[in-house]
């Protein structure tokens, strides 16, 4: 193979990549590619790489020497995996890079709103404390994580390193049945999970069983006084409804990682300035210098075990048919 493409290389630009290109003759980056440009820059390359720019059916036909995508991330629903197969072009990804930087930002998330850190913050800057009459000021409810119960819906390694983070802090943890799968020995359907926890904590892949699946009707069934964390993806939770039960009052706190579209540049319901004990970060959890070096080095890993004849985190992989 000797020619590569990266379409999409702005959040590793900093990392070394000079292993990667070394296995080919030419290696060419882009920042960005919008979905227009993505047929051109794919149509001589044997070697994909590509983070979260869509591949879709009508590109991958018009790169006939196109052999190995290597989608820089784990999910691969960017890329059309029936079109690649019937092309014979075999599909790897990544997978459990990012473990410890994202259990690490879960119980940032957490933290911060079971100890309403920003709002204390905040009151500091404003200059309250300075205008106290005593040593302190609580005017926000501080909840200790001890005695308190964890619900976790998605147990692969993400959901079993929360929980044992979650145990440390003396929480009981209880783990959801995985939505449209079987019932499991140990795990709880969620409508009957949802009512025990005060905290419930998302880890599942977005599927068709678990689009929306925290929707009004599922946050009815928490407690008024549970937060919700969700460093999974967007389409998990029905976005105006949780903006509508936080202002309400109907749950007390929510933090997320991820929005439904991402970036969110037409605005999404939950950005809105009005909404009461609600964190969001920039899809940013898995973003440790560590965890995106990791990724760079199953990418090449992919890359030499392919070269090798070996499969390796291959997501798909047919001959031409």
Not at 15 to 33: S, V
Not at 46 to 58: D, M, R
Not at 106 to 122: E, I, K, M
Not at 168 to 185: C, I
Request: charged share 20%.
């Amino acid at each position: 193979m000797k020619n590569a493409v990266f379409l999409d290389l702005e959040s590793l630009d900093d990392l070394d990549l000079a292993a990667l290109a070394g296995e080919f003759e030419t290696f060419e980056t882009y920042m960005a590619t919008a979905p227009e440009q993505v047929a051109v820059r794919i149509r001589d390359a044997e070697v994909v790489f590509v983070n979260k720019v869509p591949l879709n059916a009508a590109a991958l036909q018009q790169a006939p020497r196109l052999k190995l995508i290597c989608v820089v991330a784990t999910g691969t629903n960017n890329v059309d995996l029936a079109a690649a197969q019937h092309l014979g072009i075999q599909v790897s990804n990544c997978r459990a890079y990012g473990n410890d930087s994202v259990i690490q930002h879960v119980f940032a998330l957490l933290l911060a709103l079971s100890t309403r850190l920003l709002d204390y913050h905040q009151a500091v800057r404003a200059g309250r404390w300075q205008q106290a009459r005593q040593f302190c000021f609580l005017d926000y409810p501080i909840a200790e994580l001890a005695g308190k119960t964890l619900g976790i819906v998605g147990y692969g390694n993400l959901g079993q390193g929360v929980g044992r983070i979650a145990e440390a802090f003396g929480m009981q943890v209880l783990v959801a049945q995985r939505p449209g799968g079987p019932a499991e020995p140990d795990r709880i359907p969620l409508d009957e999970l949802l009512p025990q926890v005060d905290v419930l904590s998302l880890h599942c892949p977005l599927t068709e069983h678990t689009r929306n699946l925290i929707d009004a009707a599922a946050l009815k069934r928490m407690k008024s006084s549970a937060l919700l964390l969700n460093v999974a993806r967007g389409g998990i939770v029905d976005e105006a409804a949780l903006a509508a039960a936080l202002r309400s009052g109907e749950l007390a706190g929510a933090a997320t990682d991820v929005l439904s579209v991402e970036p969110p540049k037409d605005g999404n319901p939950l950005l809105s300035n009005d909404i009461p004990n609600l964190i969001v970060t920039p899809h940013s959890a898995w973003g440790s210098k560590e965890a995106r070096q990791r990724i760079l080095g199953q990418t090449l890993e992919n890359v030499q075990a392919y070269k090798r004849g070996e499969a390796v985190r291959v997501v798909c992989s047919a001959p031409k048919g």
